[in-house]
């Protein structure tokens, strides 16, 4: 399982509306209602939703891959995955413990605020 999330690739759809289902290892971006949304790339079945603004997440597209920046944490979920999507792939990074959330999201609300 370890090596498989190593070499996970996300394959990106660039779609109007999200759909209702979403499907594994597909990262749909809609453009229109700027933002992107998959599944965990841990495997945990979670919906990740990554709205594209610049308080929130930036896409990058080559015309081949796409980037999403900042890291994709997902600290309210019980996996707390947490990763990096660069040209399609997924790189993972290590767990935070709860200090460096709660730093994090403070950081994010002074940010937004």
């Known amino acids: 399982m370890i090596i ?11 779609v ?9 290892e597909i990262l749909y971006i809609s453009i ?3 933002i992107a949304i998959h599944k965990c790339c ?17 896409l990058t597209f080559d015309g081949e891959s796409v980037t999403l920046d900042p890291s994709i944490g997902s600290w ?4 707390r995955s ?21 730093k994090v999201r403070k950081a994010d609300y002074y940010e937004n605020h």
């Not at 109007?16 to 594994?24: A, W």
């Not at 947490?82 to 709660?102: A, P, T």
């Open 4 to 14: 498989q999330l190593l070499m996970m690739i996300l394959h990106h759809k660039f």
């Open 16 to 24: 109007e509306k999200i759909p209702s289902e979403i499907e594994e």
């Open 32 to 34: 229109p209602f700027e």
């Open 42 to 58: 841990c495997g945990c079945g979670n919906e990740v939703v990554t709205p594209l603004a610049p308080t929130q997440w930036s």
């Open 76 to 79: 309210n979920l019980n996996c």
């Open 82 to 102: 947490h990763y990096f999507i660069r040209k399609n792939k997924v790189v993972w990074s290590y767990s935070y413990d709860n200090m460096e959330i709660n």
